[in-house]
C-alpha cells in the first residue's frame, strides 16, 4: 500500500512545483534511497538531475514574475501531469502493468491539483491585479516542500493530508455551482 500512498503524495506535489518534484525523486532515485522499475531507473541519472535542476530555478524565478506565472501555468498544463506520472512511478519496484497504471493515476492528479492552483491563482489575480501571486508562489514554495519530504518519509500522511484537501476542493466546487 506504501507505493500507492507514496504515488498519490508525490503526484500532488508535482501539481504544485512539477520541476522541484521530480528533481528532488531524481535525486533520491540517483542516491539509492526509491528504488522503481528496472524500466524507469533513468529517473535518477544525471542528465534528469541537470535537467530537473535548471528547470526547478527557472520555475521558481518565473512563478514569482505576475506576467510570467501566467504562461508557466498555462505550460504547465502539460508538465504537470508528465511529471506527476513520473514521480508516481518511483517508489514501486513491481510489474511495468502497474507502473503505467501508477504513470496514469499520477499524471491525472498532478492535472487536477495543478488546475486547482491554476484556478487560485486566476482568482488572486482579478482580485489584487496579480500582486499577491508571489507571495502565493512562495506559500506553494513551502507547501510542496513539506509535502515531498513528508510523502518520502511518511506516505501515508500526506497522502492522508491530500486526500481530505481534495475532498474539501471538490465540495467547493460543488457549492459555488449550485450557488
Known amino acids: 500500500m506504501e507505493p500507492l500512498f507514496l504515488a498519490y503524495s508525490l503526484s500532488g506535489a508535482a501539481g504544485l512545483r512539477s520541476a522541484f518534484t521530480v528533481l528532488v525523486v531524481a535525486l533520491c532515485v540517483h542516491f ?18 541537470g535537467v530537473a535542476s535548471t528547470a526547478a530555478v527557472a520555475e521558481f524565478l518565473a512563478d514569482k514574475v505576475p506576467v510570467l506565472d501566467h504562461a508557466l501555468h498555462a505550460l504547465h498544463f502539460i508538465l504537470a501531469p508528465l511529471a506527476g506520472a513520473i514521480v508516481a512511478t518511483s517508489g514501486y519496484r513491481g510489474d511495468l502493468t502497474t507502473d503505467l497504471l501508477l504513470a496514469v ?4 492528479h498532478a492535472l487536477f491539483i495543478h488546475s486547482a492552483r491554476s484556478g487560485l491563482r486566476a482568482a488572486s489575480t482579478a482580485t489584487t491585479a496579480g500582486l499577491a501571486n508571489p507571495l502565493i508562489s512562495l506559500a506553494e514554495d513551502g507547501v510542496s516542500a513539506i509535502f515531498i519530504g513528508v510523502a518520502i518519509l511518511v506516505p501515508w500522511l500526506t497522502a492522508l493530508a491530500l486526500i481530505v484537501l481534495t475532498y474539501w476542493l471538490i465540495r467547493k466546487i460543488r457549492r459555488r455551482r449550485s450557488s
Open 32 to 49: 539509492g534511497y526509491l528504488h522503481p522499475n528496472p524500466s524507469f531507473a533513468w529517473v535518477g541519472s544525471w542528465w534528469v538531475v
Open 105 to 108: 493515476l499520477g499524471g491525472s
